[in-house]
């Protein structure tokens, strides 16, 4: 079986054509890219002397969360990454961005289909007929390889924002990661906050149940009228009433924490214990290595990189989009021959489109590509000022719950005090009973007041973790 002369050419010519595209390729209309600035302050404003740090958003940020020393939060953070579901969600998302790139970027090679056909035709007995048989068959199998010329760079802005996309989403994924592991810590703090005053209000009951009791005994023997003894029965049950509302705020957190952890909240529980320890000690970096850390900030930039190279891939529809053509095969009216010289059939060559009107379509999709691309910037922009002031409610919120530790501190002993002399003055009959429940009340809600301090800086330090994107060194 020998080839036609001209297919012979046509393979002969083919890597010549496939090599064109490297020689036309080399306009690109997307504007160039530079990432948008803000302008950095040069030091926060709510802490003074931080030192410089250096980490990239990618870098790995470790389980910061073991900072606490705290074995159950470890355990249910590694739940997190491994169980919750919203984790899960944003995994596939990542995926399907990843998907999408190599989607865009398979437009950087030719297509190349196989294709095969098989017909029986009648042809008209009323029209004139130069074949022998009105009804035959037709026999086809061939090679369609279709490739489009990136002149203008279309292809290669599409892939490009497709990539860029990819890597916002990877920030995407990091962002939920983060926020997901920073509301477990937050929730678990605020529950061992609710276990501590759980603990003072269990041990005030006792107190006003055991002074109930002494009062009633004094009433009965007439020492006392019966408004002392109904004072102190309401401040017992007031009590009461405030342990029945903390085990509510508590089991609501600890549901919470079961859906975080990737299980029903009938299959969970945790034990009471105390608060954790003091935050560690931080060091972070000056403000411009939040542009670095914070991966809602990369995902940011990376969005408004897509955007920019979007408006490559609209500028490029004013130009005519140029693609080559090549289809070998073979054609006959039997099976068997197929495979014969005379059945070759081959075609090759370029085509070139050039729409001339399309009603402002073109032009509407430029003005899209632009305001996608400003409003990308603005997202960007703003993203970055959130980040900023999500940093100096935190470093505002440490510092001043600091203070407010020391002072009431000092508040709870003195009302222990006051309570303790109230309660001796009432003893040897110098004081009525309303001085001492009015000391006890006193108390009980400075020594409230000082777990829930306590728990705030606890839940600031995760926020400014937050704040920075994740844990450092």
């Excluded at 046509?10 to 036309?24: E, G, H, K, S, W």
């Amino acid at each position: 079986m020998t080839r036609a002369p001209a297919a012979r050419a046509a393979i002969r010519l083919m890597p010549a054509l496939l090599a064109m595209p490297v020689l036309l390729a080399g306009c690109d209309l997307a504007p160039r890219y530079a990432p948008p600035t803000m302008p950095v302050p040069p030091a926060f404003k709510e802490q003074a002397g931080w030192i410089q740090a250096t980490p990239q958003d990618a870098a790995p940020k470790g389980a910061w969360w073991r900072m606490f020393r705290d074995p159950d939060l470890d355990r249910l953070e590694d739940a997190v990454t491994a169980a919750n579901q919203d984790l899960r969600i944003a995994v596939a998302q990542f995926d399907e961005a990843r998907a999408d790139a190599r989607t865009a970027q398979a437009d950087y090679y030719p297509t190349l289909d196989l294709n095969g056909a098989w017909s029986r035709n009648g042809l008209s007995g009323a029209v004139a007929n130069v074949f022998r048989n009105r009804t035959f068959n037709n026999y086809s199998l061939g090679l369609d390889l279709q490739y489009e010329v990136d002149v203008w760079g279309r292809v290669r802005n599409q892939a490009r924002a497709g990539r860029a996309r990819a890597a916002a989403s990877a920030g995407d994924l990091a962002s939920v990661a983060l926020s997901l592991h920073a509301e477990l810590a937050t929730d678990y703090i605020l529950l061992r906050g609710y276990d501590a005053q759980q603990d003072v209000l269990d041990r005030t009951v006792r107190n006003d149940r055991h002074a109930l009791d002494l009062t009633q005994a004094q009433f009965n023997v007439g020492y006392i009228a019966q408004p002392d003894l109904s004072a102190a029965q309401a401040q017992l049950q007031s009590v009461i009433t405030q342990q029945t509302d903390n085990r509510l705020k508590r089991a609501t957190l600890e549901h919470a924490i079961a859906v975080l952890t990737g299980q029903p909240p009938a299959f969970f529980s945790l034990p009471p214990r105390p608060l954790p320890a003091d935050p560690p000690g931080i060091a972070p970096g000056l403000p411009a290595t939040l542009l670095q850390r914070r991966p809602d900030i990369a995902a940011a930039e990376r969005r408004v990189a897509a955007a920019n190279a979007e408006i490559g891939v609209a500028r490029a529809a004013y130009f005519p989009a140029l693609t080559f053509d090549a289809l070998m095969g073979v054609q006959a009216a039997m099976p068997n021959h197929l495979l014969s010289a005379p059945a070759q059939a081959w075609s090759f060559g370029p085509q070139a489109v050039l729409n001339l009107f399309d009603g402002g379509r073109r032009a509407a999709l430029n003005a899209h590509a632009g305001a996608a691309h400003d409003e990308t910037v603005a997202r960007y922009r703003q993203t970055v000022l959130d980040a900023w002031r999500d940093v100096e409610d935190a470093l505002a919120a440490l510092r001043h719950l600091a203070e407010e530790s020391v002072s009431q501190h000092e508040a709870v002993l003195a009302a222990a005090d006051a309570t303790h002399r109230a309660g001796q003055l009432g003893t040897g009959g110098l004081a009525n009973d309303y001085s001492v429940i009015v000391a006890r009340n006193i108390e009980l809600s400075d020594r409230l007041s000082e777990v829930d301090i306590a728990t705030r800086r606890l839940a600031a330090y995760v926020a400014l973790v937050k704040a920075l994107g994740g844990g450092w060194r």
